[in-house]
Nanobody, 118 residues
Framework: QVQLVESGGGLVQPGGSLRLSCAAS????????MGWYRQAPGKERELVAG???????NYADSVKGRFTISRDNAKNTVYLQINSLKPEDTAVYYC????????????WGQGTQVTVSS
């Protein structure tokens, strides 16, 4: 059984920063890729940032220069550093990971709320 657990969301003022974390646990042989998505009210879930093993990070145009994704392979954890937050960044942020245990599967976390408001 594999689980992804996110943390680090909250209420922040415009221009502020947050660091989201997502830790994978369970029967893990390898993690091929990890990423962050977000879903704002009334909108579809969208990719924010992704990081595959041995590859460069990719970002949505709307977050380039403000968001940074990173991984700690020893901890099976992916991070999303969010700077210069804007009200339009308000959403539930989900992490996902392509993980090989007995088979290769895509797993999702439960989501963490980020609210940007003054």
């Amino acid at each position: 059984q594999v689980q992804l657990v996110e943390s680090g969301g909250g209420l922040v003022q415009p221009g502020g920063s947050l660091r989201l974390s997502c830790a994978a646990s369970g029967s893990i042989s390898s993690i091929n890729a990890m990423g962050w998505y977000r879903q704002a009210p009334g909108k579809e879930r969208e990719l924010v940032a992704g990081l595959a093993s041995g590859a460069s990070a990719n970002y949505a145009d709307s977050v380039k220069g403000r968001f940074t994704i990173s991984r700690d392979n020893a901890k099976n954890t992916v991070y999303l550093q969010i700077n210069s937050l804007k009200p339009e960044d308000t959403a539930v942020y989900y992490c996902n990971a392509l993980i090989r245990s007995a088979t290769m599967n895509l797993y999702w976390g439960q989501g963490t709320q980020v609210t940007v408001s003054s």
